[in-house]
């Protein structure tokens, strides 16, 4: 059974619960990983649409998520989960984090994560992903994106414009 990192806002680690036990309202606070993979200079970003029976289900977000575990080093926990979820792997550097909080609107979990992203530049990967996770992978400019973001929010994963913001804010 997976387990959620429970952390402090810095975080720092404080033990391990079990995965619906952390995201239960009001949710507790853990570690995650948000993956985004670009291509062409950095104008575009492989988005996927979230299958139906996670947390978030039918909605867009970025390449790839998923919760650090305990003794797990993030970068290699990211390029396993990128290739498990996505099919291919690429080389990831860690950019930035923040902390956020957002109540699932197709079921009753919250999402309460300290997420670190991480960021990778790949052309051409051969896109592979594993159908329980994702029901689809596209490319998308960066401009469209976030115009389709701020016209339509409901169609996007909570922690996609807040992590967005921050990559375009902060020189990549």
């Known amino acids: ?3 959620a ?3 402090t806002e810095q975080g720092i680690p404080q033990g391990t619960s079990n995965v619906d036990y ?3 309202a009001p949710g507790k606070l853990h570690r995650a990983f948000s993956i985004f993979i670009f291509r ?3 104008t575009e970003l492989l988005i996927q649409k979230r299958t139906d029976g996670k947390r978030f289900g039918g909605l867009w977000a970025n390449t790839c998520c998923s919760h650090l575990q305990e003794n797990e080093d993030l970068i290699a926990a990211a390029e396993k989960r990128l290739k498990e979820e996505c099919g291919f792997t690429c080389p990831l550097t860690e950019h ?3 902390i956020y909080r957002a109540n699932d609107p197709t079921g009753d979990a919250v999402e309460y ?3 670190s992203i991480l960021i990778g530049d790949f ?3 051969n896109l592979n992903p594993d159908p329980t996770e994702i029901s689809e992978l596209k490319w998308i400019n960066i401009d469209k994106l976030t115009n389709e973001i701020e016209n339509n929010p409901e169609k996007f994963a909570p922690w996609l414009p807040i992590a967005l913001d921050r990559i375009l804010s902060i020189e990549i």
């Open 113 to 115: 994560e300290f997420d």
């Open 22 to 24: 952390a995201h239960a």
């Open 5 to 7: 990192l429970l952390c």
């Open 1 to 3: 059974m997976k387990h």
């Open 40 to 42: 062409n200079n950095y």
């Open 96 to 98: 930035s984090s923040f």
């Open 123 to 125: 052309t051409n990967p």
